[in-house]
């Protein structure tokens, strides 16, 4: 089950975050999950400027390719960000494990 | 249109703007330090800040333009949306926390934070004016738009009025009662959203029973000229002895041009509009379209008469209908996904205007319908500004292939637009403010999650009220901004006035946040630390304050000497100045140690300057500023960010590279 906002605000782990070693683990993750989606935007944009046709395709959902794959974005962005909500949580615990960079 | 003032309207707005206000004036009591005043103590619950990231964000270009731009243009408003969501991934993965990690109050502090530079400091500063400044602008006119049919007053009035009230707000509290504000607009903005597409999704898609029994007159008898959209063979509006052709002059003269007829009727001297060719969803016959123009006495006319709501006067008719759902009348209540599927087979008549000048200079807006199938609004390229990508790069000329310049600038353009959007949330100083309201990386971190998901969901939801709109027969033909108020008006009084208090409350709050992080780059980055004044504590407030009042009322009198422009359009070119100017700096400060100071400082001043110049020789700025013919104009596309960003990172990159020397001695000399 994942943790609730709730629950990571209050673990003792998201105390330690100011650290700069745990910082730049967090920075790494947050690095890898932006160059995805960075990926899907740049052909999303791409596909909009230089196949519009393709856009306006029907798939078998019902809604067209320019539709679905909008949603696509706005609804990856919300789970990416929850993912890495995740990911911090995950590297956190893990450096209080590794005793906290002392 | 002319829209009549309801007394439910004014009472619930009142209700709205006198609790907004009491919320300042209590909150404000609560903030008298520095760190009170522009960054609320950094003791804003995390949860609270996300919303109001969401408030601060979602601005009158995000309710009204969107909503707006997809009324009338489907898709091409819709990329907005997904921009302005996306630019928020590169805040949360790559700004959010090393910011909050640097800085204290403002964007020059986290910026400068490694190098007490008193260039980057000036740069920064005069950065976050500017863009402050320039994203004002359209909330401004906005305002003016909204407060028109809400209280029935002028639109220069409203944004006096905007002004003055956010004056207030801001003066008297500083982040704080902004945060809060923007917390319950935020949470408010998305719930009767939500409300108001439940209700669309209800209604489900009708044909338009006025406009379908008009079409089907129009089939059945099509000389039938005393009606609007009413169809007419060419010759027959030629040949009839009781009507004068007039003679085609100044615009009307061009290829454009051609393509109306304009008709006096001889006995009431009545002028009428035919638009013939593409409009042909009659077949080969000429339309009856409305048009608005000036009289000799400069009064506004309509469709011949003079515009108003007395006898002999009249108005321009909501246009936006669908007339052919697979055959049928009305597709009653509809899941979201059944709602796309039913628009995209659905054929409907969108709003399009062009504008004619006279040779004795009198303009006439011609309002037409166009006739489309609902799955080719639903795809790029429905614009007029993005039309073109939907054409070959090459046309062929007899036998030899053309390049064709139009498309590939249109494709660079869109390019442009969706980089600025994307590069330029995270360069936006009123949002950058907001992560010092927390009291750790942390709490930025959940705080932009919430954020994103609050916003993401409000895009979403921009779609279906755009297409609610574009398919309900309610849209101002000459106002895109209106289309969300007019389509909750279309479900009764008591939505219009909600929506359209929160609305104003929007504007209220992103403009108060906005004059608050130019009042902190005055007072904190100008006056402090690169004037090196000695203020204390309360002095800085005070100094903050009367920066607040100069902002605002400069953004009073460009909010009214821009009142014409698009207000979507604006934002995009906020969002491009503000990607140009700082995205370089903040990204290469975080990921490249031979950033220098000079680096920073020149990346800046290039981006900035720049973006504006491009923005200031675009052809919109010749059309709408200057008046001037649009095909003239010194820069090829209206975005700039696919230029002037890069240019900002290499002139960094350069600047530092040449600089480099200097950290060399110093290293050696320690």
Redesign the interface.
């Known amino acids: 089950m994942k943790p609730s906002p709730d629950e990571l605000a209050g673990s003792p782990a998201a105390h330690a975050d100011e650290h700069l070693d745990l910082s730049a683990r967090n920075s790494r993750t947050g690095l890898w999950l932006f160059a995805i989606y960075l990926a899907a935007y740049v052909v999303f944009v791409g596909m909009a400027a230089y196949a519009p046709e393709t856009m306006g395709q029907p798939t078998p959902l019902g809604p067209n390719v320019a539709i679905l794959y909008g949603f696509g974005l706005i609804f990856g962005a919300v789970l990416l960000a929850m993912l890495y909500m995740l990911l911090c949580k995950l590297n956190a615990d893990r450096f209080a494990r590794e005793g906290g960079g002392k | 249109m002319i829209y009549s003032p309801s007394p439910l309207a004014i009472g619930v707005f009142a209700f709205f703007v006198l609790v907004v206000l009491g919320i300042s004036f209590y909150l404000g009591a609560k903030a008298k330090s520095a760190s009170g005043y522009y960054a609320a103590h950094g003791q804003i619950p995390?949860?609270v800040n996300g919303i109001a990231f969401a408030g601060d964000y979602l601005s009158a270009a995000s309710f009204l333009g969107i909503c707006g731009m997809i009324a009338f243009y489907g898709?091409d408003g819709?990329?907005y949306?997904?921009g302005f969501?996306?630019g928020?991934?590169?805040a949360?993965?790559?700004v959010a926390?090393?910011l909050k990690?640097m800085g204290k109050f403002t964007f020059a502090d986290a910026l400068d934070s490694k190098f007490h530079s008193k260039g980057i400091k000036l740069s920064a500063a005069i950065s976050t004016l500017v863009v402050s400044i320039f994203y004002l602008i359209p909330q401004m006119v906005g305002a003016g738009a909204l407060i028109k049919p809400l209280l029935g007053l002028e639109s220069y009035q409203g944004v006096i009025l905007v002004g003055v009230i956010v004056i207030v707000i801001v003066v008297t509290a500083g982040m704080v009662s902004t945060t809060w504000v923007q917390f319950i607009k935020g949470a408010l903005l998305v719930l009767f959203c939500t409300i108001l597409t439940g209700m669309i999704l209800m209604r489900g898609l009708n044909v338009d029973e006025a406009f379908g029994q008009h079409d089907k007159r129009m089939r059945e008898s099509p000389e039938d000229r005393t009606l609007l959209n009413g169809t007419c063979p060419r010759e027959n509006l030629l040949n009839d002895p009781g009507y004068e052709v007039l003679p085609p002059t100044g615009d009307w003269a061009t290829d454009r041009g051609k393509a109306y007829l304009r008709i006096r009727e001889r006995k009431t001297g009545v002028l009428s509009i035919w638009k013939g060719g593409d409009s042909g969803h009659f077949g080969g016959l000429f339309t009856r379209v409305q048009y608005k123009s000036r009289g000799n006495d400069g009064a506004a006319m309509v469709n011949g008469r003079r515009q108003g709501i007395g006898a002999d006067e009249t108005d321009l008719q909501p246009v936006g209908y669908v007339w052919d759902i697979s055959g049928q009348k009305s597709t009653g209540p509809l899941n979201p996904?059944?709602f796309?599927?039913e628009l995209?087979s659905a054929s409907l008549a969108v709003p399009r205007s062009e504008k004619f000048k006279d040779q004795d200079n009198v303009e006439t807006t011609v309002f037409f319908n166009r006739y489309v199938k609902g799955?080719?609004l639903?795809?790029?390229?429905a614009s007029p500004t993005f039309a073109a990508?939907?054409s070959d790069l090459y046309s062929t000329a007899g036998t030899t292939k053309v390049f064709n310049w139009k498309v590939f600038f249109s494709?660079l353009d869109?390019?442009s637009l969706?980089?600025a959007l994307?590069g330029g949330t995270a360069s936006l100083p009123h949002i950058l403010i907001r992560y010092y309201t927390v009291k750790?990386?942390?709490?930025a971190?959940?705080s932009?999650?919430?954020g994103?998901?609050a916003i993401?969901?409000f895009?979403?939801l921009t779609?279906f009220l755009g297409l609610g709109a574009m398919t309900s027969g309610v849209l101002d033909p000459t106002d895109s901004n209106m289309a969300a108020p007019l389509l909750a008006r279309s479900f009764g009084e008591l939505p219009f006035a909600v929506i359209s208090a929160i609305a104003f409350t929007t504007v209220l709050g992103t403009v108060s946040g906005l004059i608050l992080a130019a009042s902190g780059a005055v007072a904190h980055d100008l006056l402090t630390s690169f004037l090196k004044m000695e203020l204390t504590d309360h002095e800085k407030v005070r100094a903050g304050k009367i920066a607040a009042v100069v902002v605002g009322a400069i953004a009073i009198v460009l909010g009214i000497l821009f009142k014409n422009f698009n207000v979507s359009f604006l934002v995009g070119w906020a969002f491009n100045v503000a990607a140009s100017a700082n995205l370089p700096a903040l990204v290469m400060l975080l990921f490249w140690k031979g950033t220098t100071k000079q680096g920073i400082t020149a990346g800046i001043f290039a981006g900035l300057f720049s973006s504006l110049a491009w923005v200031l020789a675009s052809g919109e700025a010749y059309k709408n500023i200057y008046g001037l013919d649009p095909t003239t104009a010194l820069v090829p596309f209206s975005q700039p960010a696919i230029v002037t960003l890069p240019l900002g990172f290499v002139v960094l990159i350069v600047a530092s590279l040449l600089t480099q020397p200097k950290a060399l001695e110093q290293k050696e000399t320690k």
């Open positions: 995390w949860f898709y819709f990329l949306s997904i969501l996306a928020w991934i590169v949360l993965f790559v926390e090393p990690r996904f059944m796309i599927m995209q799955n080719e639903l795809t790029p390229g990508i939907r494709r869109i390019l969706m980089l994307f750790d990386q942390a709490s971190r959940k932009t999650m919430v994103i998901a993401g969901f895009y979403v779609l």
